[in-house]
C-alpha cells in the first residue's frame, strides 16, 4: 500500500505541477530534463556514498541510504554555485549576434536551478519514502 501512496504523492506533488507548469507556457514537460545535472547530483553522490561505505550496494543500509538523499541535495548546493558562477561570468561576454540577453540569461538561471530541483526531488520524492517503506 505504500506504494501506491508514493505513485500518488508523485504524481500530485511533482509529474503533474510539472506538466501543467510546462502546457500553460505552450513548453515540453522536457524542459525539466537536463542529463548533466542528474548525474552531478545522484551520480556523483552515488560514488561518493559507494566509497564511504566501501561497496556499490550500500542501499541495503538504511545510515547509507539517507547518506546518499544528504549527499544528492548538498551536491545540488553545488551545482547552484557553479550554474551561477558560469551564469555570471558568461554576462561579461556579450551574446552571439541574433541571441536575446535576456534569453541568455533566463536559460542560464534555469539549468542553474533544475539542479537543486534534482537534489530536492531525490531526497524528499525518493530517498525518504524509501526509508520509509522500508521501516514498516
Do not use: N
Request: with cysteine.
Amino acid at each position: 500500500m505504500c506504494y501506491v501512496f508514493y505513485a500518488i504523492a508523485l504524481t500530485l506533488g511533482v509529474l503533474g505541477p510539472a506538466f501543467i507548469a510546462s502546457s500553460s507556457q505552450g513548453l515540453h514537460i522536457g524542459i525539466f530534463w537536463d542529463l548533466i545535472s542528474l548525474l552531478m547530483t545522484v551520480g556523483s553522490s552515488f560514488f561518493l556514498v559507494a566509497i564511504a561505505a566501501g561497496r556499490l550496494s550500500f542501499y541495503k543500509d538504511d545510515k547509507f541510504l539517507e547518506m546518499w538523499g544528504d549527499l544528492a541535495l548538498k551536491m545540488s548546493y553545488i551545482g547552484v554555485v557553479i550554474g551561477l558562477i558560469s551564469m555570471l561570468g558568461g554576462m561579461a561576454h556579450p551574446p552571439m549576434a541574433g541571441v536575446d540577453p535576456a534569453a541568455k540569461l533566463g536559460a542560464s538561471l534555469a539549468v542553474c536551478l533544475i539542479v537543486l530541483f534534482y537534489g530536492l526531488l531525490f531526497k524528499y520524492f525518493i530517498i525518504t519514502p524509501w526509508l520509509g517503506c522500508r521501516k514498516k
